[in-house]
């Protein structure tokens, strides 16, 4: 048998096609990689320092609500000079008299005020419910006392506690609140991506725990509080699981995006424009009301009403949290109805 010789084929092979080397992800040089990273970052970081600092560089008070109690002449000469001091500073209300104006302060229906007597004047403040307004309504009385050579005294009748007399515990208590409510949906996210109604159980329980323990924290080892321990607790409680509750309701909604963008409005927006640092009014309208509501403003005035005003002032932002509340369980009612009614792959 004569064996068959085959010659070798002289088709031209084509080349084997060229694959970026691990120094060159995507085919891009690494120093273009590196420079779009350090641009991102850099665009990131402004973005964070300004929405943090833009609110406390052009803080300014602008109708921030006060009465005065007094003889109608001199009530209406007070008022002239307010206005020209400071355009648009304070939206005065005049009240009968002194009583009056204090339980108006207690109620939480004006920061503080002046009391017009012929023995000299009184500014009545609040420290609990802002201690920067208190501050500016004191520099106000003083002024006063200047232009009219009358003895002004000063009367707080919601003082701050005697271990934290400036608020710094409530103040600097609204980021890790915020990043409180954020950190449990991040991580239920992902442990339970298929458990909607076990993370909202597991969210909830983790929200009065985290509530209890901050404000054992404030309360018992700050003393930033006034004693009221229950109401401050659950009102952290409601405001932590108004924060997490939404994000959760997102994520299942819309995935990682939907996490990430609730994230982004809670700290960029919401931490900025709580108001918690000064007080709402003193920020550019329209975001001081903007930022009551949000959950970190809400929370943060909820946690002034609860501490020191024996919750004066408190429906409004419970039911702010309360609508964010039923926002996260609406988003993960819904979200879980479509995927039950979305029809099976057959070959899965």
């Given at each position: 048998?004569?064996?068959?010789?085959?010659?070798?084929?002289?088709?031209?092979?084509?080349?084997?096609?060229?694959?970026?080397?691990?120094g060159?992800?995507?085919?891009?040089?690494?120093?273009?990689?590196?420079?779009?990273?350090?641009?991102?970052?850099?665009?990131?970081v402004?973005?964070?320092?300004?929405?943090?600092a833009?609110?406390?560089?052009?803080?300014?008070?602008?109708?921030?609500?006060?009465?005065?109690?007094?003889?109608p002449?001199a009530?209406?000469?007070?008022?002239?000079?307010?206005?020209?001091?400071?355009?648009?500073?304070?939206?005065?209300t005049?009240?009968?008299?002194?009583?009056?104006?204090?339980?108006?302060?207690?109620?939480?229906?004006?920061?503080?005020?002046?009391?017009?007597?012929?023995?000299?004047?009184?500014?009545?403040?609040?420290?609990?419910?802002?201690?920067?307004?208190?501050?500016?309504?004191?520099?106000?009385?003083?002024?006063?006392?200047?232009?009219?050579?009358?003895?002004?005294?000063?009367?707080?009748?919601?003082?701050?506690?005697?271990?934290?007399?400036?608020?710094?515990?409530?103040?600097?208590?609204?980021?890790?609140?915020?990043?409180?409510?954020?950190?449990?949906?991040?991580?239920?996210?992902?442990?339970?991506?298929h458990?909607?109604?076990?993370?909202?159980?597991?969210?909830?329980?983790?929200?009065?725990?985290?509530?209890?323990?901050?404000?054992?924290?404030?309360?018992?080892?700050?003393?930033?509080?006034?004693?009221?321990?229950?109401?401050?607790?659950?009102?952290?409680?409601?405001?932590?699981?108004?924060?997490?509750?939404?994000?959760?309701?997102?994520?299942?909604?819309?995935?990682?995006?939907?996490?990430?963008?609730?994230?982004?409005?809670?700290?960029?927006?919401?931490?900025?424009?709580?108001?918690?640092?000064?007080?709402?009014?003193?920020?550019a309208?329209?975001?001081?009301?903007?930022?009551?509501?949000?959950?970190?403003?809400?929370?943060?005035?909820?946690?002034?009403?609860?501490a020191?005003?024996?919750g004066?002032?408190?429906?409004?932002?419970?039911?702010?949290?309360?609508?964010?509340?039923?926002?996260?369980?609406?988003?993960?009612?819904?979200?879980?109805?479509?995927?039950?009614?979305?029809?099976?792959?057959?070959?899965?």
């Amino acid at each position: 048998m004569t064996d068959v010789h085959t010659p070798p084929s002289t088709t031209p092979t084509s080349p084997a096609p060229h694959r970026p080397g691990p120094g060159h992800p995507g085919g891009r040089h690494p120093w273009a990689l590196a420079t779009a990273v350090a641009l991102a970052l850099t665009a990131a970081v402004a973005t964070i320092f300004v929405a943090f600092a833009l609110p406390a560089v052009t803080s300014e008070p602008h109708d921030v609500p006060i009465g005065i109690a007094g003889p109608p002449p001199a009530v209406e000469q007070v008022e002239q000079a307010l206005a020209a001091a400071r355009p648009g500073a304070f939206d005065a209300t005049t009240y009968p008299d002194a009583d009056a104006l204090r339980a108006a302060v207690l109620g939480r229906d004006a920061y503080g005020g002046l009391v017009l007597g012929p023995d000299g004047a009184t500014v009545v403040v609040a420290s609990g419910a802002s201690p920067v307004v208190a501050q500016l309504l004191a520099d106000a009385g003083e002024a006063l006392a200047e232009r009219s050579g009358t003895p002004v005294t000063t009367q707080d009748v919601v003082p701050l506690p005697a271990d934290d007399p400036r608020g710094a515990g409530l103040a600097a208590a609204v980021l890790p609140i915020t990043l409180g409510g954020i950190l449990p949906a991040v991580a239920l996210a992902r442990a339970l991506p298929h458990r909607p109604w076990l993370r909202v159980a597991a969210a909830s329980g983790y929200s009065l725990m985290a509530g209890l323990t901050l404000t054992a924290l404030l309360d018992g080892w700050f003393g930033s509080t006034s004693g009221a321990f229950w109401p401050v607790a659950l009102g952290l409680s409601l405001g932590i699981a108004a924060t997490s509750l939404t994000l959760l309701g997102l994520e299942r909604v819309a995935g990682t995006p939907g996490l990430a963008a609730g994230a982004a409005l809670v700290v960029l927006v919401g931490n900025p424009l709580s108001g918690m640092a000064s007080a709402p009014e003193l920020l550019a309208p329209p975001w001081g009301l903007v930022g009551q509501l949000l959950p970190p403003g809400a929370t943060g005035s909820l946690l002034r009403s609860t501490a020191y005003l024996d919750g004066a002032g408190a429906t409004r932002p419970v039911v702010v949290l309360l609508a964010w509340v039923a926002c996260g369980l609406l988003l993960t009612a819904v979200a879980s109805v479509r995927r039950h009614r979305a029809p099976r792959d057959p070959r899965a």
